[in-house]
């Protein structure tokens, strides 16, 4: 107690009342109100990356994975037949291309379309954010190749559409220059072509990935575990 | 040295006011803040981590260095204390670069005191390049609250106007994006808007080139660059200050 305050008794016992009687009823209402993942909701429509610029004056880089972190929180029903399916795929897409524009360095966006969002059980769905993909791709071949590589394996074995999966594969062998690209991946034709199931596909494909020290980040490595350990058990049954 | 006595009576004040505990705080809140959203990415979530830490510290910069400065000057006048000082036997310009020195001084320190905890993400390289754009950064907002609040001589009014000078020269490069983008038409309207953008830009300093996250996630910028933007904003610094010992020598007793 400070020698600019009273001491508690000086308080009055109605503001006693009224303090304790607020409280109470802040923490029940706070307690009563439906807590978690948010309901069944659309996206919004897309911003423009200029409006989202804006919005973080300037903070391009945060934005973008605010952003992402936004998107991805939306109708996430994790265990679920069909996860996303109340999802607009065409406004998903539309925010991943104004995310990618906000920071194209950023690969969180073509992450999230390539492993998550192509991953539905729902061949059109998959195929819109595949071709986001391939479209993304071609704007920085050197550095986006990963994502579609693993788009190529999903046209392949989810979708069973041996053409997209070559053209997928041929795209990388063409338009990459970089040093840095492993050479599985410039032959990823022949790979695509070769008589493997999906999870030798994978293991083969995330291993060249880890060996080339493309996943650095705990979060990734922790996901793409995951999907492994799932794709096994699926493929086991 | 007048001035340095003046410049240090500013640091003392900052230091006495709970400044450090403030600086305590916000690099705990914005650690929390970074813990738990790195927890839901699924991808980059060190990068997520680094740039939300970044973008927090840096607004906490601006926001501490400006309610300082504001509420330090504006006590200063209420309490007479202004009036002493500048009937005491020193120029007006001693007082006023004195008083300054201190809060840029201020903010260059709270500027290293944050960056330091971007060492968690980031290469010592970026940080010490990102930390000495933050201290110009956070210089430059105490020369635009130190004028604001000698001209507008009220606590709401200064701190609004600093904020919203450094909001706007943030946000400028996406407004002028936004009025020259493709979908605008070529009306006299929309051209005149475009050239009153253009406009209010002459004014304003480019604070995008300063403290960018992009150095802390991909790398160091080229020299050329970073100097550029760093004389920007010392040239701003220089025409506040400026500007504000003209108002300062013209201000009646």
């Not at chain 1, 104004?98 to 192509?118: E, G, M």
């Not at chain 1, 795209?171 to 990823?188: E, F, Y």
């Not at chain 2, 001693?94 to 290293?112: D, E, H, N, S």
Request: glycine residues 4%; charged residues 20%; contains cysteine.
């Amino acid at each position: 107690m400070s020698r600019d305050e009273r001491t508690v008794a000086a308080v009055p016992a109605w503001v006693w009342g009224i303090l304790a009687a607020c409280l109470a009823l802040q923490l029940a209402v706070q307690a009563a109100r439906h807590s978690g993942a948010p309901p069944e909701s659309d996206l919004p429509p897309p911003a423009r990356p200029e409006a989202l610029a804006l919005a973080s004056f300037g903070e391009k880089e945060a934005a973008a994975r605010l952003a992402m972190l936004y998107i991805q929180s939306v109708d996430f029903a994790a265990g679920e037949a069909l996860p996303y399916r109340h999802l607009d795929y065409r406004r998903l897409v539309g925010w991943l291309r104004s995310i990618l524009a906000l920071d194209p360095r950023s690969d969180y966006p073509l992450f999230s379309a390539a492993r998550v969002y192509a991953e539905v059980p729902d061949p059109a769905r998959s195929r819109i954010a595949l071709e986001l993909v391939y479209e993304a791709f071609l704007e920085d071949p050197n550095r986006r190749w990963p994502w579609l590589a693993h788009a190529a394996l999903l046209a392949k074995h989810r979708l069973k559409d041996l053409p997209l999966a070559r053209r997928f594969a041929a795209a990388i062998d063409r338009h990459t220059t970089s040093q840095n690209v492993p050479l599985w991946a410039k032959q990823m034709e022949i790979f695509i072509l070769e008589d493997m199931n999906e999870l030798e596909a994978a293991r083969i494909m995330l291993g060249g990935l880890l060996a080339s020290g493309k996943i650095r980040d705990p979060a990734e490595a922790r996901f793409l575990a995951k999907r492994l350990e799932e794709l096994e058990a699926r493929i086991v049954k | 040295m007048p001035a340095a006595i003046l410049a240090r009576f500013v640091l003392t004040e900052a230091r006495r006011s709970g400044l450090p505990w403030l600086a305590a705080g916000c690099v705990a809140a914005a650690l929390a803040a970074a813990a738990f959203l790195s927890q839901v990415a699924l991808t980059e979530s060190l990068a997520l981590s680094a740039a939300i830490v970044a973008a927090l510290l840096r607004a906490a910069t601006v926001f501490l260095v400006a309610t300082q400065v504001a509420s330090s000057i504006l006590r200063e006048v209420d309490d007479k204390g202004l009036e002493l000082m500048l009937s005491l036997p020193l120029s007006r310009s001693t007082q006023y670069l004195g008083r300054l020195a201190g809060f840029a001084a201020c903010g260059m320190a709270l500027a290293l005191v944050f960056s330091a905890v971007l060492l968690l993400w980031a290469s010592p390289g970026a940080v010490a390049l990102w930390a000495l754009s933050l201290a110009c950064e956070a210089a430059l907002v105490a020369a635009a609250a130190l004028f604001f609040s000698l001209t507008l001589t009220g606590l709401v009014p200064a701190i609004a106007a600093t904020v919203g000078l450094y909001l706007l020269a943030r946000s400028m490069p996406a407004i002028q994006a936004m009025a020259a983008g493709p979908l605008t038409d070529a009306s006299f309207a929309a051209q005149a808007t475009r050239f009153a953008v253009d406009g209010i830009a002459l004014l304003l300093p480019r604070l995008d080139g300063v403290a960018r996250t992009e150095w802390l996630l991909y790398g160091l910028p080229s020299a050329g660059d970073y100097l550029v933007a760093l004389a920007g904003v010392a040239l701003y610094w220089l025409l506040l200050v400026a500007a504000g010992l003209f108002d300062f020598h013209r201000r009646n007793l």
